[in-house]
Structure formats: C-alpha cells, structure tokens
C-alpha cells in the first residue's frame, strides 16, 4: 500500500481526509485545520494504541494551544497536559527513588498552603491542635513561644534505673575548675563561672545560685548544669527516704546527709534522698543559715 492515498469524508464539517498507507496495512489519517469530534474510539485488540505527538520541552513551549492539550515530552520522559494556561507533568517514567529524599524526582513542600487533613503532618499554627507524642528523634526540640500546660504537668520519673540518668531542668554554664558529674557547684557572681559548693564559707555556699553536674569537664568549657529535679549516681548512698541532703563542709562538690555544726559553716539543704539510694531530688532551699 505504499504511496496509496485515501481519502475519508468527515461529515460533521463536510470535509474529506486524507489517510496513508504503508507496506504493514497501516492507514494513518492527516488532519488539518480544526476539527471537533464527539467522541474518539480506539477498539481494543493487540497492538492498538494512542501515540501522542513526541515534542521536546523547547517544541512544547513554542506550542499556542488551549486547555486539554496532551503531549509526550520527550526531553522529560513525561505525558504533559496544558491546563490553567500553564503545561503540567502527570505521568513520570518510574525509576528506583521515587519521590525520595534526592531523588530525581524528590518532593518538595515549599510552597505549600491550605489546610491539611487529619492525618498529613502539620507546619506552623496547625501544630498547636496537634498532640505531640515523641521528640525523641529530635534532640534539640525548641519551642516558638511560651508553652502552655493546658491544665496539665510535667512527669518525672522518680527511680532513675541507670547510672548518670536525669530528669529536670538545667542550664549550660562555663567551668571554673574541673567538676565531675553530680558535683554541686555554685555560680560565682565574679567571672559567672561555676565552682565546686563548699559549706565552710557563705560565697561558695550561702546566698549564691547552686546546681548540679550533669557532665564532668574542665575549667573553661561548656556544661550541663540542673538547677532542679532527680539525678543518679551509683555512689550516692543516701538510704533514708526524703533525707535532706546538705552541701558538705569539707570536700567541694559532696552532698552530706549530715548537717555541718562547726562554726561559720553555712547550713543549706540542697535536696533530699529519694526512693532509691542511689536517687537525689536536687532542690536546693532558698535559705540558709550561718553556725555561730
């Protein structure tokens, strides 16, 4: 059938087509112009298909088209649709990290508006409707604003299982000397650096800020230091419930379930012995008293 010409009338504009034959029986119909059929049927059978025209994204572009136009982006790999005056991407070639982080094809959410469904992840404002299970993976949460208990309260837990676990609030602070975990130390209004507490003076013990190690270092780094709450050490041997625990008169850093009685020591409860005793609430008292 080659170079065979045949022509198929279209009686909806009156118009005659022309359609073309190859050596394997295969008719293709040329049309020109504008033409608006009701309804398209390719039947069903082996080898039927619908083939796009293929175009470059160039070759697409330079396309003036109406909505509903579809094409295969051959420079994309892509079946792309024309739709509120812009060229869309619906279908992709698969490839082994679909929509993956730095995947090809990976998914972005900037950008993104509207109000998401129950299920979605949340950003911004919608977060606060949220209930926030576990940060655990985040080791650094922070929080946008002041946090509101909503009526509730913090847990803590009170027998710590493991050596130098805590739970409570601290503050990082710079070293003065070298400090172990679970020293008590004081923050000294001079160079606002923290020292080993000692009861034989009121500057290292009396009216000055106290907390406890919550990691050893040296003098001029960076520490954890709680100021209140539950801390373990496997060395604490305080076996009477609700103990209160003084700062030690004669070794810096060392709690005493014994109160100091020697002269000008500084008597302050720092906290108390807890359901285990190897447990401390650390809460030091506000007042404190000088022995005469």
């Not at 869309?88 to 993956?100: I, N, R």
């Amino acid at each position: 059938m080659s170079g065979v010409k045949l022509w198929i009338h279209d009686e909806d504009n009156d118009r005659w087509l022309p359609a073309l034959g190859n050596d394997e029986g295969v008719l293709r119909v040329e049309m020109s112009g504008t033409y608006s059929p009701d309804i398209v049927i390719i039947t069903d059978g082996a080898g039927h298909y619908l083939e796009l025209p293929s175009l470059t994204t160039a070759e697409r572009n330079a396309l003036t088209v109406n909505n509903g136009a579809m094409v295969y982006n051959s420079t994309t790999d892509t079946i792309d649709v024309y739709l509120g005056g812009a060229w869309l991407s619906f279908a992709t070639h698969p490839h082994a990290a679909l929509h993956e982080n730095g995947g090809a094809d990976e998914i972005s959410v900037d950008g993104l508006s509207g109000t998401l469904a129950d299920d979605q992840h949340v950003l911004d404002a919608e977060v606060q409707a949220v209930s926030i299970n576990n940060l655990s993976e985040d080791a650094t949460p922070q929080l946008g604003g002041d946090l509101d208990l909503n009526e509730k309260s913090i847990q803590y837990e009170l027998t710590l299982d493991t050596d130098g676990k805590y739970e409570g609030e601290y503050v990082s602070g710079v070293l003065g000397e070298t400090v172990i975990y679970s020293e008590v130390v004081y923050l000294k209004t001079a160079d606002q650096r923290w020292w080993k507490a000692l009861a034989s003076a009121e500057a290292t013990s009396g009216d000055v800020l106290l907390g406890i190690m919550l990691e050893g270092g040296d003098a001029g780094e960076t520490k954890k230091i709680m100021l209140r709450g539950f801390i373990r050490e496997d060395d604490f041997n305080f076996i009477s419930y609700g103990q209160a625990l003084f700062i030690d008169a004669s070794t810096g850093g060392d709690m005493t379930a014994t109160a100091p009685a020697v002269a000008t020591n500084i008597v302050r409860i720092v906290g108390y012995a807890g359901a285990d005793a190897n447990v401390v609430r650390f809460e030091p008292d506000k007042t404190w008293l000088e022995i005469a």
